[in-house]
Nanobody
Framework: QVQLSESGGGLVQPGESLRLSCQSS?????VAWFRQAPGKEREFVAV????????TYADSVKGRFTVSRDDAKNLISLQMNSLKPEDTAVYYC?????????????????WGQGTQVTVSS
């Protein structure tokens, strides 16, 4: 069983950057980032394959967010640049027990507790 823990959230102004980290207790396969704003459903943000060779992003963050992984440290990061107020949400990382990537949250087996990101002037 893999345990995940996010960190790095905070309050920033529009246009600023944040780097979220997801610490895994062990080697994780595909790892995705999701977010959930108040009153909204959880939505896909980004995913990285088990070997880091493939990434996929939601259209709303493409070109601004970058997901990466350091498997020596069991660490998955989400670099968020040019943040907008609509990026405000609780951000979660999640992993699967199989190799394949997916954007569907119900197909992820392990979840972190989430970290709050607030973008406001």
């Amino acid at each position: 069983q893999v345990q995940l823990s996010e960190s790095g959230g905070g309050l920033v102004q529009p246009g600023e950057s944040l780097r979220l980290s997801c610490q895994s207790s062990g080697r994780a396969f595909a790892v995705a980032w999701f977010r959930q704003a108040p009153g909204k459903e959880r939505e896909f943000v980004a995913v990285i394959s088990w070997n880091g060779a493939t990434t996929t992003y939601a259209d709303s963050v493409k070109g601004r967010f970058t997901v990466s992984r350091d498997d020596a440290k069991n660490l998955i990061s989400l670099q968020m640049n040019s943040l907008k107020p609509e990026d405000t949400a609780v951000y979660y990382c999640a992993s699967r027990i199989v190799l394949g990537m997916t954007t569907r949250p119900n197909l992820y087996n392990y979840w972190g507790q989430g970290t709050q990101v607030t973008v406001s002037s």
